[in-house]
Structures are given as structure tokens and as C-alpha cells.
């Protein structure tokens, strides 16, 4: 069973459909149990840095999280959580992923990134069956610079990362569950991931 | 590089997607959902359910086809028509709605667009405005069209942006059902003016229209109804012209 982890903020129904279209049992959770027991753990992308850093330390879920040995994918605000800091409320976040989350900023670019961009991808497992530079869909104000854990980018304004990986946690800054056929493939490549590393 | 939106409009009344002209003659076009389904499977980018119903059982319904439209819908969809207070906009983010769209009630009450942007963020809101243009002045009309807002197009929408709005969606009403094109010069000089997206709707007739749309205006999305739904213009053809027009768009393989 997948486990969707719940910060108490937000809309999560497209993300549930999705993987219940993939054909997944899922739980809406915060239950250390539930989420340690599950096959995989998804980090919805809903709220704001500090914000989602605060509901999950009052749920005792950070050292859950970092803790974790089965696949983790954080999606958009997810992701941004498992990076070491962001920009958005001054946050120090869980450093899962080394790189640091700033504000989109270039000339001439409208605030929020919002639509449909280019995703450069090279060769990760989450990205298989997919052409580097296909259509993902976004909607974000901050994004993890590059680094080590870079397995994507996306040019707006700057170049970012739009995908991350370390060990067996993944990120995204895109919303993979709103990316048409594309991202249904992308959560299924992760949904079938090898729970046992 | 941002790809330009294609989106089809479905106006639904009593569970059906309708059709009408300058906002009357309205004839069914079939189901909201299959519809959506389909348009998403040829390649929209993002799709905008209005709900036109005019009695509380339509407005009943309205709620539990966006519940379904979430259920099976994988792009983003925008939902519509009839919102009158910050409440309202909360069930239908709790249906699964991405975006919801403002039109008579922000007219009425403008603090209505801070109060949904403070609660959800301006991603969540697009503010609709439908205008027309009298005596060399663009007049936004509310509820429907059919009634005067007493304002005028480009400061409500410069209004609309400072309050929150994360997108503009403008109508000309002039142009609305007569598939002469889009009123581009007006875009243009709206899209000039905003920081935040533009959604261009009205007058969609053939593919070159929203090449010269998105060429001349600077307008970040085009949104058609009938053009989409009468099949006079399939999706994948035209994004595939679009592409050869050197406009920048998210083609399907």
C-alpha cells in the first residue's frame, strides 16, 4: 500500500486519483505505523515551506521521514521539504536532498511558473519510457537549484532542478499527477519501484 | 520556455455541455466528462468547466460532476459560474477542482478575490472578465453578459491582479461566437499592461486565428468552445500548425 502523507493542509484529491487510477491501494496518513509498513511514501505538493515544515514536526514525522528505506517521492512543496532550506519562510527543512530551494527569478518571467514546460531528463529509472524534454505540468514560485542530486531540469527564468534523487528518495517539481498520459508513466515507473533496495 | 495553453470550454447546464451564441441559443453537445476525457486524450492543455445553471438542483449537480471530472481527468481544470462567496470556491477545491474562476461576484464584492487568494493562494484564482466595447471604451458586463458592471476592462483587471488574481480570463463579447478571430489588438494591450497570465477567449473560427493570436498579443493561453466541440478544428492539428507557426506548445507523441 502506498501512504500519502497528510500535513493536514490542502487539496490532495488529484494526487489520490491518480494513484488510484494506477491501480494502488493508498492511505492518507500521518501514522508513523501505517507509513513505515507501506510499500511507498508520496509527499503531496500542497502548502508553504514553513508551513508543511510545522505540521511535520508537530507530527514527530521528521526523523519518520528521513528514516525511511523504502521508495520516497516528494512532489513540488513534498520535495522542496526534503531539501536543506528554502527561501519560502526562511525554512530549514530535512536535508534529505543537499541542494537549497530559492525564488524563480530572471527577467521578464510572470510569477507563478505556471503551465506546461520542458523536463531534460537523463536516464534516471523514474524517467523511463519517457524523451528527455517531455511536457510536465507546473504551478511553483521556488525551486531546488542544481546539484548532486539533479536527475532533471527545466529552464524558466533560470535553469532548476525538476527532479531529484538520492538513494531511494525522489522528487518532483512538477505534479506528475496532473501531467496528462506523460505523468501518469512517471508515477507508475515510481509506483513500481522496487520496495526491497 | 512555457508552452502556450490550448483550452476547450465546456458550459454546463443541468449536467450538459452546452452551446450558445453571443451566451443564448444553448444546444447540448454531449457529456462534461467524456468530453473532458477525450479532449485531454487529444491533447488540451487544460480544460474550464462553467456552470450556467440558473436553479440550485443545476447547481447541485454542478458539484458532483467535478467531483467525477477530478476522478478521471489527468491535466488541470479550472471550474466556474456562480460563485458567489469564499465558501463556495472552498467546496470546490474540496471536489478537486485546481482553479476556480470569478466573474459577477468579484465585480460585486473585490474583496472576494483576496479572501479566495489568502486562503488558497492566487494559483487557485482566475478572475473572469467579460467586456464590450461602446463608444471606443471596453465596458466589462456581469452576470452573463446581460447586465453593465459600470467598469471598465483594463482597470478591473489591473484591479483584479493587485487583490490576488493568479490569471486573467478575457472574453470579448463582441467577438464571442462570430469565429472572426480574437479581439488581439485588445489582448495585446491587456496583456501589456498584467504581470500575471492571460487567458484569451471570443471569436476562435480557424487554426490561423490562434497563431495570430499568440504571435501579436502575448496572450498565454487561447480558450475556444465550439470550434473544439463541432470537431472544426481537432486539437492535435491544431498544435501541430501551431508548432509550424514557431508557437510553442506541448504536442502529444
Known sequence: ?197 | MVAKRIIPCLDVHEGETVKGVNFVNLRVMGDPVEMGRMYSQQGADELVYLDISATIQGRGTFLSLVRRVADTLNIPFTVGGGISTADDASRLLDSGADKISLNSAALKDPTLIEKVAARYGSQFVVVAIDAKLLDNSWRVMRNGGRLSAHRELFEWAKEAQSRGAGEILFTSMDHDGTKMGFAVDTLAKLCNQLSIPVIASGGAGNSEHFSELFKKSGADAALAASVFHEGTIPIPTLKRYLESCGVPVRIIN
Open chain 1, 1 to 197: 500500500m502506498v501512504s500519502i502523507i497528510d500535513y493536514g493542509t490542502g487539496n490532495i484529491f488529484s494526487l489520490c486519483n491518480a494513484v488510484k487510477r494506477a491501480g494502488f491501494d493508498y492511505a492518507v496518513t500521518s501514522d508513523k505505523d501505517i507509513i513505515t509498513k507501506s510499500s511507498h511514501v508520496i509527499l503531496p505538493g500542497v502548502g508553504e515551506a514553513s508551513a508543511v515544515m510545522k505540521e511535520i514536526k508537530k507530527r514527530g514525522l521528521d526523523e519518520v521521514i528521513k528514516g525511511l528505506e523504502i521508495p520516497v517521492l516528494g512532489i513540488c512543496i513534498g520535495m522542496q521539504v526534503l531539501c536543506s532550506y528554502s527561501e519560502e519562510g526562511d525554512t530549514e527543512s530535512l536535508s534529505v536532498f543537499p541542494e537549497r530551494v530559492i525564488k524563480l527569478r530572471g527577467d521578464d518571467i510572470k510569477i507563478p511558473h505556471m503551465g506546461w514546460n520542458r523536463v531534460y531528463s537523463s536516464g534516471n529509472l523514474l524517467f523511463k519510457g519517457l524523451d528527455s524534454g517531455e511536457w510536465f505540468y507546473f504551478v511553483h514560485s521556488f525551486a531546488p537549484e542544481k546539484g548532486d542530486s539533479t536527475i532533471s531540469t527545466t529552464n524558466y527564468g533560470v535553469e532548476f532542478s525538476s527532479a531529484l534523487n538520492k538513494e531511494n528518495f525522489y522528487g518532483t517539481q512538477f505534479h506528475p499527477e496532473k501531467s496528462g498520459v506523460a505523468g501518469e508513466r512517471f508515477l507508475m515507473n515510481f509506483l513500481t519501484m522496487d520496495t526491497l533496495k
